[in-house]
């Protein structure tokens, strides 16, 4: 059974910093995509950035220069290097993990950002 274990999250003042990490354990098979979303109260999930296998990134605008995604895919763990919070950041944050079969979810993590 594949399980996506969450850290990091919680409380920050605007402007401070947070790192989440997802280990991904279990039977999976080669990893492709592995990334973060995140739902703020009352609307849709959005994506935050994502990675690919090879090490491609890519970011939703509302985070670029100021969020970073990693992987070790020895580990088979993602992070999420969050600089310069802000209050509109304030959300559920979900990691992703993609294989050519199926795409799995952690159960989240809040991250609140106080202004």
């Known amino acids: 059974q594949v399980q996506l274990v969450e850290s990091g999250g919680g409380l920050v003042q605007a402007g401070g910093s947070l790192r989440l990490s997802c280990v991904c354990s279990?039977?999976?098979?080669?990893?492709?995509?592995m990334g973060w979303y995140r739902q703020a109260p009352g609307k849709q999930r959005e994506l935050v950035a994502t990675i690919i296998s090879g090490g491609r990134t890519n970011y939703a605008d509302s985070v670029k220069g100021r969020f970073t995604i990693s992987r070790d895919n020895a580990k088979n763990t993602v992070y999420l290097q969050m600089n310069t919070l802000k209050p509109e950041d304030t959300a559920v944050y979900y990691c992703n993990v993609g294989t050519a079969y199926r795409i799995y979810w952690g159960q989240g993590t809040q991250i609140t950002v106080s202004s």
């Open positions: 279990g039977n999976i098979f080669k990893i492709n995509t």
